[in-house]
């Protein structure tokens, strides 16, 4: 069956530190691969977006790795801050035709000061 | 710029009524738009892809005459939940994609949540 997974438990780390966060998926073929943030009561905000024929994408603070062989992504977020605090979603895109977005569960980030 | 606003942020009725959520795309077109629905602590599940001018595409296991989408504009696009129910009771989330865009990012509304008594 299809699967998308991301941990499920929050990740609690100090301020300073590097977060990292991982994206599984199984039986999928995306051609890309986005990654979101969401606060509470809010909708998600883009933050990067990777290709499958790219191994890295940088913004600021922010990596992402994509590997289509292990099928799975990884975002990071270097010097957190509190205000980094919040649940990030992986989704999947260009499976098909369409513009949809298959999205994961998300994983909730806890930045302690 | 991409600025996408949903309403209203929330709602709260009685078991029966039928509401509307609407969703504007304040400073671009959008000739596709996507309905999701959330659960608390969970994914967001895909319910339909609304295009301009055309009917909505529905995902498997979503009711088209319970949710009926209407996009009669490139700004605008609309939920309505029919005779609503306790069960429908969940937060409601519109995207919309610039027009042209393949794998670009949705741009997505607040959120409506939706509390049925």
């Known amino acids: 069956s299809q699967k998308i997974e991301q941990n499920s438990e929050a990740l609690n780390i100090q301020e300073g530190k590097t977060a990292t966060l991982t994206c599984n998926y199984t039986n999928y073929s995306p051609a890309y691969l986005q990654w979101y943030r969401q606060d509470p009561g809010r909708g998600p905000v883009f933050l990067l977006l990777i290709r499958e024929n790219e191994k890295e994408k940088r913004k600021e603070r922010l990596k992402v790795t994509f590997d289509t062989t292990l099928k799975q992504s990884l975002f990071h977020i270097t010097a957190s801050q509190p205000a980094d605090s919040a649940t990030y979603l992986c989704a999947l895109g260009g499976m098909d035709s369409s513009y949809k977005l298959i999205f994961g569960s998300g994983t909730r980030l806890l930045v302690r000061p | 710029g991409a600025v996408v606003s949903q309403h209203p942020s929330r709602v709260i009725c009685k078991s029966g009524t039928s509401v509307k959520i609407e969703c504007r795309s304040l400073d671009f077109q959008a000739t596709t738009m996507f309905w999701y629905r959330q659960f608390p602590k969970k994914s967001l599940m895909l319910m339909a892809t609304s295009n301009e001018g055309s009917k909505a595409t529905y995902e498997q296991g979503v009711e088209k005459d319970k949710f009926l989408i209407n996009h009669a504009s490139l700004t605008l696009s609309t939920l309505t939940v029919t005779s609503a129910h306790p069960e429908d009771s969940s937060f409601y989330i519109c995207?919309?994609?610039?027009?042209?865009?393949?794998?670009?990012?949705?741009?997505f509304g607040d959120g409506t949540r939706l509390s049925i008594l």
């Open positions: 995207s919309a994609l610039v027009e042209g865009a393949s794998n670009q990012p949705q741009h």
